[in-house]
C-alpha cells in the first residue's frame, strides 16, 4: 500500500461509505482480500483473530505483534487499492500514549481506519475501567482526527456482561473524546442494537454478524441505522469449515469432492493480475 496521498484518498473513501451503510467483509491473506475485492466490496477489515488462526496462535492479548498486522494490512490494501481498517485489539500499547502511537503508525502504513477495544488481556477483568478504556480512545483520536477513521470498541457482551446501560455509557463516552465510529460486538438482541444506535447518533455504529442471538439480515440491520456491517473471523471459520469437510472426505477416501474447487491457476491468476 503507498502512503502520502493515497492514504488521505483512502481515508477520505472508508469515511464516507460511512454515510449510507456499508458491509466491509474482513479479510486475512492476500487471496482471501482479492476474492472479497473482487466481489464489489469496498472495504476490508482486518481480523486479529483469523490471522492469530493463521499463524497457529490464539486471538488477544497482541497474538499478533503490530509489526505483523500491519504488514497484513499493507499487503491487502497493495492488492486491492481498497481501504482498509485494522482490527487492532486494544491499540497495541500498555499506556493511552502508546496507543496514540500505534495510531501514528497506522497511519504512516497508509491505513483508512482501525479499531481500538476496551479489553486488557487479563482473565480476572477482562475489560478495562471507564476512565482507562476513554483515555486510550482519547489519545487514539488526537493523533487520528481528520486523518484516520477511529473506532472505539467495547467488549462487554464478549466478554459476558451484558450490562447494555454501562455499554452505552463507554460508547458515547467514546463518540464524546473522538471517536468517529462506535462498535459492540454481538448486543444482546435487536432492541439493544437500536438503543446503542440512538445513544451514539448521529455518529456511525458498526455491527459485526450480528447479535448474541441471531444473524440478521443486511437490509434489517440498516434499517435500524447500523452503517457498518463486518463480518469478524466469519469469513476464515467458513473456509476452515471448508479444510474440515474436505479432509474427511479425502480420509474416506472421495478424492474428487475433496478436491472440487477452483483450481490453483486461478488462484495464481488473481494474484498475477493484482501484482501489475
Known amino acids: 500500500m503507498s502512503v502520502g496521498m493515497d492514504q488521505r484518498a483512502h481515508y477520505e473513501r472508508f469515511l464516507h461509505l460511512h454515510d449510507q451503510g456499508f458491509v466491509m ?5 492476500g487471496t482471501s482480500a482479492i476474492l472479497v475485492a473482487q466481489a464489489g466490496f469496498q472495504a476490508i477489515g482486518t481480523s486479529s483473530a483469523a490471522i492469530a488462526s493463521a499463524l497457529g496462535r490464539l ?3 497482541h497474538a499478533v505483534s503490530l509489526e505483523e498486522h500491519l504488514a497484513n ?8 487499492d481498497l481501504p482498509i481498517n485494522g482490527d487492532f485489539e486494544d491499540g497495541y500499547g500498555a499506556t493511552p500514549e502508546d496507543v496514540g502511537r500505534t495510531v501514528e503508525a497506522a497511519i504512516a502504513a ?16 477482562p475489560i478495562r475501567s471507564f476512565d482507562d478504556a476513554v483515555a486510550r480512545v482519547k489519545a487514539a483520536a ?3 482526527k481528520g486523518r484516520l477513521v477511529l473506532t472505539g470498541r467495547t467488549d462487554n457482551y464478549l466478554q459476558g456482561r451484558s450490562d447494555l446501560d454501562d455499554t452505552i455509557k ?3 463516552a467514546f463518540a464524546e473524546v473522538g ?9 444482546t438482541d435487536l432492541a439493544a442494537v437500536s438503543a446503542i444506535v440512538k445513544a451514539v447518533a448521529p455518529k456511525p455504529v458498526n455491527l459485526v454478524v450480528g447479535t448474541m442471538t441471531e444473524t440478521v439480515p443486511v437490509a434489517e440491520l ?10 469478524g473471523g466469519a469469513f476464515y471459520a467458513r473456509a476452515m469449515t471448508a479444510v474440515r469437510d474436505a479432509a474427511q472426505q479425502l480420509a474416506a477416501g472421495d478424492i474428487a469432492s475433496a478436491t472440487a474447487s477452483m483450481g490453483f491457476r486461478e488462484i495464481k491468476k488473481l494474484i498475477a493480475e493484482r501484482q501489475r
Not at 110 to 125: F, H, K, R, W
Not at 179 to 187: K, N, Q, R
Not at 222 to 231: A, D, K, N, Q
Open 170 to 172: 463507554r460508547l458515547t
Open 25 to 29: 467483509p474482513n479479510a486475512w491473506d
Open 110 to 125: 497508509g491505513l483508512a481506519g482501525i479499531g481500538v477495544e476496551d479489553t486488557s488481556a487479563n482473565p480476572d477483568q
Open 59 to 61: 486471538d488477544g492479548n
Open 73 to 80: 494490512a499493507v499487503m491487502m490494501g497493495r492488492l486491492t
Open 142 to 144: 488526537r493523533v487520528a
Open 179 to 187: 471517536a468517529d465510529v462506535l462498535f459492540a460486538p454481538y448486543p
Open 222 to 231: 440498516l434499517r435500524l441505522g447500523v452503517r457498518r456491517i463486518s463480518m
